[in-house]
């Protein structure tokens, strides 16, 4: 074998005469050779794992040509035994949907129920409503009040898919949209024929249970109603559906709370029911196996009724939640609401409707995307003229795409935000650059560069030249605020998904501790130099004289009270160095232990967290050398840091107690809902009382090692973002 090295380009190719054009004989005419015995010898030299293949022969075409005799993989196994509904038909063997008692109509309606409540959770059609017979050719249903049950439940069907896949939020562990070989979902029915039909089968029912009267054999007014039930559900759930392509958000509300009253009653008659078993030949698990293209294998259990009604029921009160954005909202204003939507862990559903809701048809609310952009920028603020300036159109429209994107990561799943924010950061990153540029731009002719460098002498930045009297930027600011969302965001969903161990939190506090700092003192610097500017050219219009005005407009930006924004970032900035204060001095007196070495260096944790860090210029990355020199050479006690981090607690608590009490201008946008304000500071409470007991354990020593008597608990559950620090004593 090892004389031959071309073993393998025989297998591969077939080498033809050079002067051979003559086309390729037809499939059935083809020579076919053995190459058993060159199989063999090529198997010699390969190593255990290896395969031999052409390039067309991939992996899954191996799992699928090779039975292994297991249901699960092998979905064609036991395929002769599965029938198909034209099989079924042919053979006469499809019961008549015509002669279905009314309890088993109402048997199938539940199952499909189920069926549907599996679908939404991310099984295939093919696992879910496909396995219904009925499902396959929903017109040919003789019993009216199936099939209109049936064909309502598809036209929902195609609308949910349709807004997941416009979403494009989705993976295939969240949802399948795929039809996995079947027709559309879509029956060929309107919306008028089958309201109309609804509408009939609803005032028959109604009749029936009102006057008492027996409905297909069946006299109990129990069953009736429950039937009547589902079919009116049907129509509440279509028509909140329907409703998107109307593009109002107060009638998508209207629809989805008569939706939800009318699965109350779907879900009392459920519990007054002696149920009725499932016709035969009505479902089939199985029918993937009759499949002619591939599915992914998945064997599946289906929720029981209960548990699909409640999945369902929850689906549309996040649907409801959805609605309740506020109609005037700008574009940070729908970043604040979603990320405050993502903290109840919504469905895939659910997440996709808001997502088309904030983005429908390049418009929210009557308005472009660009104008909510716009709109987002003068809050800020930004003066209206520069916003609207031609110069800055293009930016503008940049700056939405970029926004948009990140509004899509903001509605993936929490684990999913933290792999995709980088890829928003960094195109943030790009566009402070073009930012500057324009900020350069327009504020070339600025009153403020006529002031003198002692005016901004209260300004504190990190810019070496913050000193020189520099107008304004703008759209820097602007670009430079949503990026310390996302990146806030970034390192706080790591307290979500529970990435980061106790040991880590010193870490991850004083990182957001710098990097709000970073923010706080840019903004502050903007504040000044945006009044300073505003001053100076309402003087520069009524006449005063330039000292005089000068003067002026540095108290007046001296004096502003704070705004909403900087009231949230000091909240944020004490709570979160309150935490790193603590943890710190938990540390010392071994509450919290070290990185274990097994798992890595407490500096190869580090690079990791911060690994997006390092590529960015705003704010300058700080390395581990200096998180070190701060938190391991330090001369405080542990009694220092815990009062510290009372301190700041404590600062925390009146920041939020002001921001509770914060009259809103018409441009300012809310940075927090008033029921996550709430839970907030009661983490920020329950800190400070922790805090209390460990500064009466440790009193005033140096050295004290607490965990042989007390253990220390976070607890995320009240507030996300913010652990809640709960100390108690052990057992003994």
């Known amino acids: 074998m090892a004389s031959d090295p071309c073993v393998f380009d025989k297998i591969l190719r077939k080498e033809t005469p050079a002067t051979a054009e003559t086309e390729a004989p037809p499939f059935d005419e083809e020579e076919w050779s053995d190459v058993t015995t060159l199989l063999e010898e090529a198997s010699v030299e390969m190593k255990e794992g290896e395969m031999l293949h052409t390039k067309l022969f991939t992996l899954r075409d191996s799992m699928s040509a090779t039975e292994i005799m297991d249901p699960k993989m092998d979905t064609g196994l036991g395929a002769a035994f599965v029938n198909t509904y034209e099989e079924h038909v042919a053979a006469g063997t499809m019961p008549d949907t015509s002669k279905f008692s009314l309890p088993q109509v109402l048997a199938i309606m539940d199952r499909l129920l189920q069926c549907e409540a599996a679908w939404y959770d991310g099984h295939p059609l093919v696992y879910t409503l496909y396995t219904c017979y ?51 979902l879509n029956v060929a029915v309107t919306w008028d024929e089958l309201n109309a039909a609804l509408s009939v089968a609803d005032k028959q029912l109604s009749a029936a249970v009102k006057c008492m009267t027996p409905v297909a054999g069946c006299e109990d007014a129990q069953i009736i109603s429950a039937v009547l039930a589902r079919l009116q559900f049907r129509k509440a759930l279509i028509t909140l559906y329907n409703g998107l392509k109307k593009r109002n958000v107060t009638i998508l509300k209207k629809a989805a709370e008569e939706a939800q009253q009318k699965l109350e009653l779907v879900k009392q008659s459920c519990t007054e029911l002696v149920k009725c078993d499932v016709p035969p030949y009505t479902f089939e698990p199985k029918i993937a196996r009759r499949l002619l293209m591939p599915t992914s294998v998945r064997q599946i259990t289906l929720p029981s009724l209960a548990d699909a009604l409640e999945a369902i029921s929850l689906q549309i009160a996040n649907i409801v939640k959805a609605c309740n954005i506020p109609i005037n909202v700008n ?125 901004h002498g209260d300004c504190k930045c990190a810019d070496s030249n913050a000193h020189k009297p520099r107008p304004p930027q703008y759209f820097l600011n602007f670009v430079s605020h949503v990026k310390y969302l996302l990146l806030v965001r970034y390192l706080q969903l790591g307290f979500i998904n529970n990435v980061y161990e106790p040991p880590e939190f010193q870490m991850i506090a004083w990182y957001i501790d710098y990097v709000t700092a970073v923010h706080i003192t840019q903004y502050a610097e903007y504040k000044m130099r945006y009044l300073q500017e505003h001053e100076l050219e309402a003087a520069a219009r009524k006449g005063v004289p330039e000292k005089k005005a000068t003067k002026k407009a540095t108290e007046v930006a001296k004096a502003a009270p704070h705004t909403a924004l900087q009231i949230f ?109 709430k839970n907030w500071l009661r983490v920020v409470i329950v800190d400070m009382l922790a805090v209390g007991v460990l500064l009466h354990e440790v009193g005033s020593a140096s050295q004290v090692d607490l965990s042989t008597e007390w253990c220390v608990n976070f607890d995320f559950t009240r507030c996300g973002k913010y652990p809640a620090i709960a100390v108690t004593r052990k057992a003994h």
Request: hydrophobic residues 40%; neutral net charge; proline residues 6%.
């Open 569 to 677: 970032l000091d909240a944020q900035q004490n709570t979160i160095r309150g935490v790193f204060r603590c943890v710190t001095g938990m540390k010392m007196v071994k509450l919290v232990r070290p990185i274990p070495l097994a798992f890595g260096t407490e500096e190869a944790h580090f690079r990791r967290r911060f690994q997006l860090f390092e590529k960015l210029v705003i704010p300058q990355p700080l390395d581990y050398a200096h998180f070190h020199s701060v938190t391991e050479t330090t001369q405080l006690k542990p009694e220092q840091l815990l009062k510290g981090a009372l301190e700041s607690f404590t600062a925390a608590k009146a920041a939020l107690q002001l921001l509770q009490k914060h009259v809103y201008q018409p441009a300012e946008v809310p940075q927090v809902s008033a029921d996550d304000l």
């Open 134 to 184: 009925s499902v396959h050719q929903p017109k040919e249903i003789a019993n009216p009040w199936l099939r209109d049950y049936v064909i309502s439940l598809l036209k929902t069907a195609d609308n949910v898919r349709n807004i997941v896949a416009s979403a494009q939020i989705n993976e295939e562990e969240d949802f399948c949209t795929g039809l996995s070989g079947f027709g559309e």
């Open 331 to 455: 574009m940070q204003g729908m970043m604040n609401y979603t990320t405050q939507f993502m903290e109840t862990h919504p469905c895939i559903v659910s997440r996709s409707w808001l997502f088309c809701i904030l983005t429908w048809g390049e418009k929210a609310f009557g308005k472009k995307l660009e104008q909510l952009c716009a709109d987002a920028m003068i809050s800020m603020p930004i003066p209206p003229a520069k916003v609207h300036d031609p110069s800055a159109k293009r930016f503008v429209e940049d700056f939405t795409k970029h926004w948009v994107h990140a509004l899509q990561v903001l509605c993936l799943n929490a684990a999913r935000q933290q792999r995709r924010l980088p890829e928003v950061v960094r195109k943030l990153e790009y566009m402070q650059g073009e930012a500057h540029q324009l900020d350069t731009q327009l504020t070339a002719n600025s009153p403020i560069h006529k002031l003198a460098p002692e005016a």
